[in-house]
């Protein structure tokens, strides 16, 4: 964990304090189901909470003091959970001794990981919920701001701002690093669900890492994803001239398919556009001039059919479309 890279609330669901706390809970919802099966006694359950929930109240006033306790006290037994239980008995007193009985390790960790995973899928999904909602306020904003979209890195055909969206180089790129790590997590997760043998603990060790690591990376990539969107300067004067900076080449596809609804090969009317285009690209005149002059392309096509290849309206008359299918409007 890098706090460059992190969030507050994300980081305190892995901090011991979170973690310890859990352990707790899990500790003494298995004495109140032992007591209700009669392994225990029920004033010892209810001791246990009562001990267990000072011990907690403790270490939210001085998290340094006791986890820097348990520590120590894992120094000697070399084992987590045992210096965990053995700490927990100082504010217990006797009844300590029913704790843990019939539960292992794992049933303890295994049990507090699937919490802190559902707490953590819980931000990440308020996480979700900031770039949708950023998404979908400047997608509306934008709806029909004409840009131009691309095809091998060149201009294609026209869009709308608000259907494709841009970021900010900067913060994008570092999104684009964070999103490498959290897929390189795939892997040792993948490895994680075989084990060596019967029980054993290889996994713990991954699982102590990826899971905070992952959760809040991904927290802090998408609420850097959300900020992009929501900051994000719009400059649509700008994407209007680069639109008309070719002089109308983006629309070659439109009169090229013209071409062959009117009879001609799909490979003379790629010739006949693409001749005239080049020299639009040459900067010689405009792309629609250059066609309604063309004899080979007035022989198919009227000057008003040319002219209606070059309608921006064509190109984004699905925009509806499009949002009432994401957006629902």
Known sequence: ??????????????????????????????????????VMPKSAAAAIWKGGREAMAAMAADPAAHVGRIDEIERVTKHDVIAFTTWLA?????????????????????????????QAADLLLEDLDKVLAALRKRAMEHRNTPTIGRSHAIHAEPTTFGVKLAGNPVLTENLTGLARLVRGYVTPALENVALWHERDISHSSVERMIGPDATITLDFALNRLAGVVENLVVY????????DSLGGLVFSQRVMLALTQKGMSREEAYAAVQRNAMEGWKGNAAFMALCRADPEIRKLLADDEIVAMFDMGYHTRHVDMIFARVFGT
Request: proline share 8%; glycine share 4%.
């Open 1 to 38: 964990m890098i706090p460059r890279y992190s969030r507050p609330p994300m980081v305190a669901i892995w901090e011991p304090p979170n973690r310890f706390r859990i352990w707790f809970e899990v500790e003494a919802h298995a004495c109140d189901a032992m007591a209700e099966l009669g």
């Open 90 to 118: 100082e504010f217990v007193g006797p009844d300590s001794r029913f704790v843990h009985q019939g539960l292992t390790s794992s049933d303890v960790l295994d049990t507090t990981l699937a919490v802190q995973m559902t």
């Open 236 to 243: 649509a004067d700008r994407m209007k001239a680069n639109l």
